[in-house]
Nanobody
Framework: QVQLVESGGGLVQAGGSLRLSCAAS????????MGWYRQAPGKQRELVAV???????NYAGSVKGRFTISRDNAKNTVYLQMNSLKPEDTAVYYC??????????WGQGTQVTVSS
C-alpha cells in the first residue's frame, strides 16, 4: 500500500504561481511513476504531468512551458510548480503513483482556484 498526501493548493490570481507537493509513504520502494492529474467541475479527470523514477517527464499540452514536475526520491515527494496560472487551470489536483506492478494509488486531492 502507498499513501499520498497533497499540499499547496489555494486561491491565486491569474498570472500567479503555486507549488503543489505530494508526500508518499508506505510501500515507497514499489513506486515507479508519480504525477498529477486534475478534474474541473463537470469534466473528466485529466493528466497534468508525470515523472518516472528515472526522471523522465511527460506533460499535457495545455501546461507545457508553464508547469514543471520534479521529484525528490530521498524525501519520497513529488512537486508541481505551476506558473502563469490561468482560470482554466482551476480544478481539484490529484497526486497519483503507479507501482512497478502497475497498481495505481491516489491522494485525496487539493483545490486550486485561479481567479481572473
Amino acid at each position: 500500500q502507498v499513501q499520498l498526501v497533497e499540499s499547496g493548493g489555494g486561491l491565486v490570481q491569474a498570472g500567479g504561481s503555486l507549488r503543489l507537493s505530494c508526500a508518499a509513504s508506505g510501500s515507497i520502494f514499489s513506486i515507479n511513476v508519480m504525477g498529477w492529474y486534475r478534474q474541473a467541475p463537470g469534466k473528466q479527470r485529466e493528466l497534468v504531468a508525470v515523472i518516472t523514477s528515472g526522471g523522465s517527464t511527460n506533460y499535457a499540452g495545455s501546461v507545457k512551458g508553464r508547469f514543471t514536475i520534479s521529484r525528490d526520491n530521498a524525501k519520497n515527494t513529488v512537486y508541481l510548480q505551476m506558473n502563469s496560472l490561468k482560470p482554466e487551470d482551476t480544478a481539484v489536483y490529484y497526486c497519483m503513483s503507479t507501482s512497478y506492478s502497475l497498481k495505481d494509488y491516489w491522494g485525496q486531492g487539493t483545490q486550486v482556484t485561479v481567479s481572473s
